[in-house]
C-alpha cells in the first residue's frame, strides 16, 4: 500500500523559509509534486518534479520555492524561501506513475502559516 508521509510544517514569519519533506513508501514514482489548499477553495499545483528532472512551478513561488527528489530515499523536499501570509495553506504531498502533474496518491497534508 501507497503511503506519503509529510513533515515540515508550521508557523513561519514573513520572509522566513520552511522545508516540506515527503517520503514515500512503495514504488519510486515517476511524478511527485506539493499541492496547497486553503479553505473554500481548491488544491492548486505550487511545484512538481519528474523523475527525469523536469519541473513545474505556479506562477506564484517562481523564484521563491524550490522543488528537489532523493529518489534513493524516495523522499521529494519543498524548498520555501521568502515566505508570504499568502503562502498559509495545507501542503499535501502528490505523486504518480505518469506524466501527469496530478498523481493518485496524496499525502494527509501538513499546515504552513505565515504570520507575525
Known amino acids: 500500500q501507497v503511503q506519503l508521509v509529510e513533515s515540515g510544517g508550521g508557523l513561519v514569519q514573513p520572509g522566513g523559509s520552511l522545508r516540506l519533506s515527503c517520503a514515500a513508501s512503495?514504488?519510486?514514482?515517476?511524478?511527485m509534486a506539493w499541492y496547497r489548499q486553503t479553505p473554500g477553495n481548491q488544491r492548486e499545483l505550487v511545484a512538481g518534479a519528474t523523475i527525469r528532472g523536469h519541473t513545474n512551478y505556479a506562477d506564484s513561488v517562481k523564484g521563491r520555492f524550490i522543488i528537489s527528489r532523493d529518489d534513493a530515499k524516495k523522499t521529494v523536499y519543498l524548498q520555501m524561501n521568502s515566505l508570504r501570509p499568502e503562502d498559509t495553506a495545507v501542503y499535501y504531498c502528490?505523486?504518480?506513475?505518469?506524466?501527469?502533474?496530478?498523481?493518485?496518491?496524496w499525502g494527509q497534508g501538513t499546515q504552513v502559516t505565515v504570520s507575525s
Open positions: 502528490n505523486a504518480g506513475p505518469g506524466g501527469a502533474w496530478r498523481g493518485r496518491y
Open positions: 512503495g514504488s519510486i514514482f515517476n511524478m
